[in-house]
C-alpha cells in the first residue's frame, strides 16, 4: 500500500482508538478551542511541536512556515498573532527555531531561489545586524546555528513590537513571549530565556504611545 493510501487507514484507526477512549472526545473537541500557546515554528517536517511538548490537540494553536519567520509585512503570520492574543487570549508565544534549519541555512547561501529568495531576505537581514558576531564564527555548523538562535530573537522582538501585544501586556502579564530552539539531533528544546524586560528596554524608542 501507498503511504497516500495508508493515511486513510490510520486515520480510521485513530478515529476507532480515540472514540475507545473517550466517547465523547470529537464531540468535546468540536465544541470549541482554548489552547493556552501560540507556538510559531518551522514548516520542516521533523518538528512536530504537539509530539515534543506532549500536549494534546486543542492546547497549542499553531503557525509554521519556513525558517519561523514573522515579517512586518506578512499578513499570514501577524494575522495568527492577532488572532492568538485578541480572541483565544493565549498565555504564551513561543517563538520555536531549530538548529539545522534549512531555511536559514540557505539564507546564508545566496543562490537564485525565486520567490524564496524574498522570503529568506528577512534571515539576511538578521545576519546583517549580527555581522561582526557572525563572521566572527569561523566554523559554518556552529555560525548556521547562532543565526538559528539570533533569528528566534529578531522574531520575538517583532512580535513583541506589535500593537496589539503591547496593548494586550499593559492589561496584564499576558501574553509572555518565549524564543526557543529545538535540537534535531537529539530531541531536546532549549529555552533561550528571553528577558522581556530588556527587550522592552531595546524597544523603548520604537513603541507606539
Ligand atoms: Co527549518
Redesign the pocket.
Known amino acids: 500500500m501507498e503511504l497516500y493510501e495508508q493515511v486513510f487507514e490510520n486515520n480510521r484507526q485513530w478515529v476507532a482508538e480515540s472514540k475507545e477512549r473517550d466517547p465523547e472526545y470529537f464531540k468535546n473537541m468540536a465544541m470549541g478551542q482554548s489552547p493556552e500557546f501560540l507556538y510559531i515554528g ?1 514548516a ?1 517536517s521533523r518538528v512536530q511541536p504537539e509530539d515534543f511538548m506532549g500536549v494534546s490537540p486543542g492546547q497549542v494553536f499553531v503557525h509554521r512556515n519556513i ?1 519561523n519567520l514573522i515579517p512586518n509585512n506578512d499578513m499570514n503570520s501577524l494575522s495568527v498573532v492577532q488572532y492568538a492574543v485578541e480572541h483565544l487570549k493565549v498565555k504564551h508565544i513561543i517563538v520555536c527555531g ?1 538548529y539545522g ?3 536559514v541555512a540557505a539564507s546564508m547561501e545566496h543562490h537564485d531561489l525565486g520567490k524564496l529568495n524574498i522570503w529568506l531576505r528577512n534571515i539576511e537581514d538578521v545576519y546583517r545586524l549580527y555581522r561582526v558576531e557572525l563572521d566572527a564564527i569561523l566554523d559554518k555548523k556552529a555560525r548556521q546555528n547562532r543565526l538559528v538562535e539570533l533569528n528566534v530573537w529578531e522574531q520575538c522582538l517583532n512580535i513583541m513590537k506589535l500593537s496589539f501585544v503591547q496593548r494586550a501586556r499593559a492589561k496584564g502579564d499576558y501574553p509572555k513571549i518565549h524564543g526557543w530552539v529545538y535540537d534535531l539531533e537529539n530531541g531536546v528544546v532549549n529555552d533561550m530565556k528571553i528577558n522581556m524586560r530588556s527587550m522592552m528596554t531595546e524597544l523603548a524608542p520604537y513603541i507606539i504611545e
Open positions: 518551522c520542516d525558517a531549530h534549519c534549512g531555511g
